[in-house]
């Protein structure tokens, strides 16, 4: 079993930056991705960005792309999220995840189930 802790959520003005953290404690494997959903209210949860351990390609949605950046550092079991030009629709509920899947593809991360270990989330809100 794999726990998740995020942080670093926050207030922010349009435009400006956050940075999230997740740390990973529990079983470790050593091939596995981790990345971030959001889920603003009303809406449903949706796929952000993910990372492999291996350190290959990361994935991104559309919706973020060239403005966020994900990495992660293996040594510790942490994945960090920059966001940069935030957005007021960037506001959400931001949570970690971890699986064992390994895909070269970005598409298949985008499905909430192939995700077997979730964070509490943390809060991110952009004002206009």
């Known amino acids: 079993q794999v726990q998740l802790e995020e942080s670093g959520g926050g207030l922010v003005q349009d435009g400006g930056s956050l940075r999230l953290s997740c740390a990973a404690s529990?079983?470790?494997?050593?091939?596995?991705?981790m990345g971030w959903f959001r889920q603003a209210p009303g809406k449903e949860r949706e796929f952000v960005a993910a990372?492999?351990?291996?350190?290959?390609?990361?994935f991104y949605s559309d919706s973020v792309k060239g403005r966020f950046a994900i990495s992660r550092d293996g040594a510790s079991n942490a994945v960090y999220l920059e966001m940069v030009s935030l957005k007021p629709e960037d506001t959400a509920v931001y949570y970690c995840?971890?699986?064992?899947?390994?895909?070269?593809?970005?598409?298949?991360?985008?499905?909430?189930?192939?995700?077997?270990?979730w964070g509490q989330g943390t809060q991110v809100t952009v004002s206009s």
């Open positions: 529990g079983r470790t494997f050593s091939r596995d991705t």
């Open positions: 990372i492999a351990r291996s350190g290959g390609n990361d």
């Open positions: 995840a971890w699986t064992t899947a390994i895909y070269y593809s970005g598409a298949y991360y985008r499905n909430p189930k192939i995700w077997t270990s």
